[in-house]
């Protein structure tokens, strides 16, 4: 069975623009999460999606959002990005239980200048 | 409000020691707490995973061990290779809010750095 997938894996943006990353989740999976990680914060989560619907979020700003389809794929997008936005951003699928695990993908690695 | 503590930061053995990492958690409704392994330029990967209706759980070298009264668990893995290195996350589900179940939501610990010396 093919794990999560991410793309791209790596992206190059200046401030003040925005960007959209995308995870494919494992087959017959139907909860994403989101999580940002950086050497000063660790592993902290955005928001998590089942069935299209945002379920789950965490305490970062509206410049933040995500999006769910109906084949269980998810994006996230970030606009007016700031410096501090630089960081690897990973998802991770699920069935969707309160203690189901959660499979995570290589992630993305968005660097703003 | 929602906390996970993980010591030591970082740890280093020698190969065929035994390393231990620890971590403790801020709400006493948390019910699971995975382990999670990260190399470099990869994602987490779990390695083992606990929850709150068991005391143990064994997996080959890699255990874990929880005690809800105390509110920590541990990693315990034995016979260290230098495979094994790597940067370890444990975790902890929050819990429910008023407007949000737990689904989805891991809070993380800030992580350990093991070096496994050949």
């Known amino acids: 069975k093919a794990g999560v997938t991410q793309t791209p894996r790596y992206l190059i943006k200046t401030r003040g623009q925005q960007v959209t990353l995308s995870c494919s989740p494992i087959s017959g999976h139907r909860s994403v999460s989101w999580y940002q990680q950086t050497p000063g914060q660790g592993l902290q989560f955005l928001f998590e999606y089942f069935s299209e619907t945002q379920r789950n979020k965490g305490n970062f700003p509206g410049r933040f959002s995500g999006r769910q389809f109906s084949n269980s794929r998810s994006e996230m997008n970030v606009s007016t990005l700031e410096l501090g936005d630089s960081a690897l951003y990973l998802c991770?699928?699920?069935?969707?239980?309160?203690?189901?695990?959660?499979?995570f993908g290589p992630g993305t690695r968005l660097t703003v200048l | 409000g929602e906390n996970v503590e993980q010591h030591p930061s970082t740890l280093s053995v020698q190969e065929g020691d035994s390393a231990v990492i620890k971590c403790t958690y801020s709400d006493s409704a948390s019910n699971y707490f995975p382990w999670y392994k990260q190399e470099l330029g990869k994602g987490p990967q779990l390695i083992i995973d606990?929850?709150?209706?068991?005391g143990e759980k064994k997996d080959q070298r890699i255990a874990v061990t929880l005690n809800k009264t105390a509110k920590h668990f541990s990693l315990h893995i034995t016979e260290t290779q230098p495979e094994d290195s790597a940067v370890y996350f444990c975790?902890?589900?929050?819990?429910?809010?008023?407007?949000?179940?737990?689904?989805?939501?891991?809070?993380f610990g800030q992580g350990t750095e093991l070096s496994v010396k050949p």
């Open positions: 975790a902890a589900t929050p819990r429910p809010t008023k407007n949000y179940n737990q689904g989805g939501k891991l809070i």
């Open positions: 991770a699928s699920s069935l969707g239980g309160d203690t189901d695990t959660q499979y």
């Open positions: 606990i929850r709150s209706n068991v």
